[in-house]
């Protein structure tokens, strides 16, 4: 998704400032390994609303996160995958509209255990989960699933010159 433009940029700015370039936020989400404060938010099964912190991944133009199987937010992206991550970036903060499904490959699961372990986690692949010494004390106890977040629309409003609110949609 990094690389492609989007097919429908839509300004939300009631204040007269020009519509963001989808670079803004993707240069951002290029430019690190975690991103800083993320939030994930579910449905659950009877259709109320929830939201969990998570340590996410930009990687390939993709989200990855991890979840213990036993919490909320694995259960209910086992019922509905459409999902939302919201993250502050440096400059921007943006809401990504899309899905998450879980990631059994070995081959994607070492090469995102490789990407955390660069960026200080000491993950490591077991069967077809995470494990490690330690996570988010909300994680659950490890396995930890890994999931691949992939986003149709995001929305930014911009916190630093110059300003602005945007809407990206992108081909799925």
Same mark, same amino acid.
């Given at each position: 998704?990094?690389?492609? =433009?989007?097919?429908?940029?839509?300004? +939300?700015? @009631? /204040?007269?400032?020009?519509? +963001?370039?989808?670079?803004?936020?993707?240069?951002?989400?290029?430019? *690190?390994?975690?991103?800083?404060?993320?939030? +994930?938010?579910?449905?659950?099964?009877? #259709?109320?609303?929830?939201?969990?912190? @998570?340590?996410?991944?930009?990687?390939?133009?993709? @989200? /990855?996160?991890?979840?213990?199987?036993?919490?909320?937010?694995?259960?209910? $992206?086992?019922?509905? &995958? =459409?999902?939302?991550?919201?993250?502050? $970036?440096?400059?921007?903060?943006? %809401?990504?509209?899309?899905?998450? %499904?879980? %990631?059994?490959?070995?081959?994607? +699961?070492?090469?995102?255990?490789?990407? #955390?372990?660069?960026?200080?986690? &000491?993950?490591?692949?077991?069967?077809?989960?995470?494990?490690?010494? /330690?996570?988010?004390?909300?994680?659950?106890?490890?396995?930890?699933?890994? /999931?691949?977040? *992939?986003?149709?629309?995001? @929305?930014?409003?911009? *916190?630093?010159?110059?300003?602005?609110?945007?809407?990206?949609?992108?081909?799925?």
């Amino acid at each position: 998704m990094a690389d492609r =433009a989007p097919i429908e940029t839509k300004n +939300l700015d @009631i /204040y007269g400032n020009a519509p +963001l370039p989808w670079s803004r936020p993707r240069d951002l989400f290029l430019g *690190t390994i975690f991103l800083g404060t993320a939030f +994930l938010g579910t449905t659950r099964p009877d #259709c109320r609303p929830h939201s969990a912190g @998570i340590g996410a991944l930009w990687l390939d133009g993709d @989200i /990855y996160f991890t979840s213990g199987p036993g919490t909320r937010k694995s259960r209910n $992206l086992a019922a509905n &995958p =459409a999902c939302t991550i919201s993250a502050r $970036l440096t400059t921007i903060d943006i %809401v990504l509209e899309g899905e998450a %499904v879980r %990631v059994t490959d070995v081959p994607t +699961l070492e090469r995102v255990a490789a990407r #955390c372990r660069e960026a200080g986690w &000491p993950v490591q692949v077991e069967g077809d989960a995470f494990t490690a010494p /330690y996570s988010a004390p909300s994680a659950g106890p490890p396995p930890w699933h890994l /999931y691949r977040f *992939t986003f149709h629309t995001a @929305i930014g409003n911009a *916190t630093a010159e110059p300003h602005g609110a945007t809407r990206w949609r992108f081909e799925v």
